[in-house]
């Protein structure tokens, strides 16, 4: 069964920035999609990012585009969310997920494993 780890969440300033990691465990990530979503307290969890296999095509939310961007290197098995100029909006637990299609969308039932979440906070 593979899981998937995501790491570098934490405590970061209005305006500040972040990188977000994913890699799995248990086998690397299939040849498809992953995405990055996001739940705020009292929230229902909702879209952040997602990059196709091939790193070819992105899709952010309205809410983080110009702001954050995507990333992928599959030969170390990772992909990277890259969050900059960040509001106090964005503090959330941020979860991966592994897509079930090489391109993937803004829907959570588009993504089959997810991983366990990392809290960032922006606060000063």
């Known amino acids: 069964q593979v899981q998937l780890v995501e790491s570098g969440g934490g405590l970061v300033q209005p305006g500040g920035s972040l990188r977000l990691a994913c890699t799995t465990s248990?086998?690397?990530?299939?040849?498809?999609?992953v995405g990055w979503f996001r739940q705020a307290p009292g929230k229902g969890r909702e879209f952040v990012a997602t990059i196709s296999w091939s790193a070819s095509s992105t899709v952010f939310a309205g809410s983080v585009k110009g702001r954050f961007t995507i990333s992928r290197d599959n030969a170390k098995n990772m992909v990277y969310l890259h969050m900059n100029s960040l509001e106090p909006e964005d503090t959330a637990v941020y979860y991966c997920?592994?897509?079930?299609?090489?391109?993937?969308?803004?829907?959570?039932?588009?993504?089959?494993?997810w991983g366990q979440g990392t809290q960032v906070t922006v606060s000063s």
């Open positions: 248990g086998r690397a990530f299939k040849r498809v999609a």
């Open positions: 997920a592994e897509g079930r299609a090489a391109v993937g969308g803004p829907r959570a039932d588009e993504y089959k494993y």
